[in-house]
């Protein structure tokens, strides 16, 4: 059975850093990979999707990447604003399904 | 503009009642899911539909059952058989090579 972890769970930063957050999969057939941002009470937002072919993508001061042969994946944010601040969760899909499995979310809190 | 819609944003339940989350989407999406999300926990998917007419169970179904008659609609209800219902609900469609979109998501309360 897929689980998915993500690592840190919570991180507090100051404005301005450079920040690695961590996805990794027990079973590494991931076939599409999705980072989302959950605000408080809200939806999730998605930011970057991976899809088969593809090992990362970016976009503005957001990059993912997908290392299939060890099932890991990382969402790198460059120059952290407080406006970052909310909850991050990766999610995978195995190969032939629409399954998505998540992990459970790195709590972010950047500090003015 | 394309999206998700979840009704109601809160709803509240009776002991021995069902009741239903309505999803809707507009984004001409084959697959639908509905996912349970408990405070400080990732979610779980509960039912998903790839196409009209048939869905298959998610990790967490039992106590929960769906209906796909329309591409457009994929409704949750949530019977009396599940005994801890309270959490927040999330809908969401996607296509194969699409990125998955959420809707606002049901608060669901015990009263």
């Known amino acids: 059975k897929q689980e998915v972890t993500q690592i840190p769970a919570a991180l507090s930063v100051p404005e301005g850093e450079n920040l690695v957050l961590n996805c990794s999969f027990t079973?590494?057939?991931?076939?599409?990979l999705q980072w989302f941002r959950q605000d408080p009470g809200k939806g999730l937002t998605s930011l970057l999707l991976i899809q088969s072919s593809q090992r990362e993508q970016t976009s503005g001061r957001l990059n993912a990447s997908l290392d299939k042969s060890s099932g890991r994946s990382t969402l790198y944010i460059a120059a952290s604003q407080p406006g970052d601040s909310a909850t991050y969760l990766c999610?995978?899909?195995?190969?032939?399904?629409?399954?998505?499995?998540f992990g459970t979310g790195t709590r972010l809190k950047v500090l003015a | 503009d394309g999206g998700i819609t979840q009704s109601p944003k809160y709803l509240f339940r009776k002991e021995g009642q069902n009741v239903t989350l309505s999803c809707e989407q507009n984004l001409n999406h084959d697959a639908m899911y509905w996912y349970r999300q408990d405070p400080g926990q990732g979610l779980r998917l509960i039912y998903y539909?790839?196409?009209?007419?048939?869905?298959q169970k998610g990790d967490i179904a039992e106590g929960y059952s769906v209906s796909r008659e329309k591409k457009e609609s994929f409704p949750l209800t949530v019977t009396s058989a599940q005994k801890n219902p309270t959490a927040f609900y999330l809908c969401?469609?996607?296509?194969?090579?699409?990125?998955?979109?959420f809707g606002d998501g049901t608060r669901l309360s015990i009263l």
């Open positions: 079973d590494s057939a991931i076939y599409n």
């Open positions: 999610a995978g899909a195995t190969s032939g399904t629409y399954k998505y499995i």
């Open positions: 969401a469609s996607t296509d194969s090579r699409q990125p998955q979109h």
């Open positions: 539909s790839q196409i009209v007419n048939d869905f």
